[in-house]
């Protein structure tokens, strides 16, 4: 059964620590998405990879937001410093390009910043 | 102005009750157009998919999109409680499967047995 494994489920983490959440995309996909959800905002798009390489980033805050594809089992989102703004839960989604294949979903990470 | 626009409801309607669920959008170039399924503290899961305008039935569901009035709608026949969950509209513009979507804000939707 292939599935999109998003670690950890859930984080609880202090104002101005480093918080590191990582992704298994479906074997064989070669497109990753980082969507955030909040209740005011709904589900936004942060970065997405094709073929490891970042292909639009303009919805994350670059001063301390990163996303990274270290290879093609692994995409990381890291938030450095992190601030209770970025509550919220991040999904990881994947999909295969060229094959009109539509985005699998993660079950998420609900991170809460206090 | 956001892209796409979805009343976040909630919508609470009885077992058996048919289900309209709308949204609109912003942007004339998005030619496909889907519906995500989510349940509490779960991923969204595609549950329909159109190209264009024209409508889409799979079961109890029926997607029906209208570019002139840029107008998306799903419609959910004999309704029960287990497709109680949001329901979030997605769009894209053309090209190659797998490019980024703009998503609704969802709707809430809770069927009573």
């Known amino acids: 059964d292939a599935r999109v494994t998003q670690t950890p489920r859930d984080k609880v983490t202090e104002m101005g620590q480093e918080v590191t959440m990582r992704c298994q995309p479906i074997?064989?996909?070669?497109?990753v998405f980082w969507y955030r959800q909040t209740m005011m905002q709904g589900l936004e798009l942060l970065a997405y990879f094709r073929n490891r390489a970042p292909l639009d980033d303009s919805g994350m805050p670059k001063d301390r937001f990163s996303a990274e594809m270290p290879d093609a089992t692994l995409a990381t989102l890291k938030i450095q410093p992190s601030e209770p703004r970025d509550s919220a839960v991040y999904f990881c989604?994947?999909?295969?390009?060229?094959?009109?294949?539509?985005?699998?979903f993660g079950q998420g990470t609900r991170l809460t910043v206090v | 102005q956001k892209e796409v626009e979805q009343d976040p409801g909630p919508l609470s309607v009885p077992e058996g009750a048919i289900v309209s669920l709308n949204c609109t959008y912003s942007?004339?170039?998005?030619?496909?157009f889907m519906w995500y399924r989510q349940y509490s503290r779960k991923g969204p899961e595609l549950l329909m998919y159109t190209y264009s305008s024209g409508n889409k039935e799979d079961g109890r569901f029926t997607a029906q999109v209208d570019k002139s009035s840029k107008y998306i709608s799903l419609f959910i026949r004999d309704s029960q409680p287990s497709d109680s969950a949001t329901y979030l509209c997605?769009?894209?513009?053309?090209?190659?499967?797998?490019?980024?979507?703009?998503f609704g804000k969802g709707t809430k939707l809770t069927v009573n047995p």
């Open positions: 997605a769009t894209r513009k053309s090209g190659g499967g797998s490019e980024k979507l703009v």
């Open positions: 074997l064989g996909h070669n497109t």
């Open positions: 989604a994947s999909g295969l390009a060229l094959q009109g294949t539509e985005a699998f």
């Open positions: 942007n004339s170039a998005f030619q496909y």
